[in-house]
């Protein structure tokens, strides 16, 4: 364990494909932080379907063990390694279409800040971009800049120094939160 670190253990996983990238992401700071409990890929495999009692989640992985037992099968391990685990993981428990569910919502003006503050508009504005795996800041900067509160927006664009680049949405980010909060 990483420094005597206590990490919190997983929640237990029943399927729901709301939470699905949750799962795998708290097992994976959990292993991350206690390397040395882990003696190869199956045991973190095995592990993370321990957490995996209940639900549509715990049908996969008795089917996953089915698998494995088949006279066919044995000595094989249905995942390679940790990836393809996690890999197989998004097909089944993720969204199947959250990549376009997130750019069908940035395309419209669905996303926009309207009444809230500037924080919980980066918020989920923020986690679309990630979903729909936007990288290229200047697209992201002028979809974060087209979502703003027109005031915002405004001071930003016209601040006669330290306006922030187009190609740093970051930079973005906190003018419009310092302005947002004065």
Not at 24 to 51: G, H
Not at 58 to 82: C, I, L, M
Request: charged residues 25%; glycine residues 4%.
């Amino acid at each position: 364990m990483a420094h005597g670190l206590k990490p919190a253990l997983p929640s237990e996983f029943d399927g729901d494909r709301t939470k699905g990238m949750v799962f795998p992401n708290s097992c994976q700071v959990y292993i991350r932080l206690c390397l040395n409990s882990f003696t190869d890929e199956q045991a973190k495999i095995v592990w993370a379907m321990s957490y995996m009692k209940a639900g549509r989640a715990a049908k996969w992985s008795t089917r996953v063990f089915q698998w494995e037992e088949q006279p066919e099968n044995v000595g094989y391990h249905k995942f390679a390694d940790w990836e393809d685990f996690r890999d197989e993981f998004k097909r089944e428990f993720c969204p199947v279409y959250a990549d376009s569910a997130s750019i069908n919502q940035l395309e419209s003006t669905a996303y926009f800040q309207k009444s809230c503050c500037v924080d919980e508009y980066l918020n989920e504005f923020q986690d679309l971009i990630s979903e729909a795996g936007y990288s290229n800041p200047n697209t992201i900067v002028v979809k974060f800049r087209r979502g703003l509160d027109t005031q915002i927006q405004n001071a930003i664009a016209t601040m006669p120094s330290g306006r922030p680049s187009d190609m740093v949405p970051t930079d973005w980010y906190t003018a419009a939160r310092t302005i947002d909060q004065n």
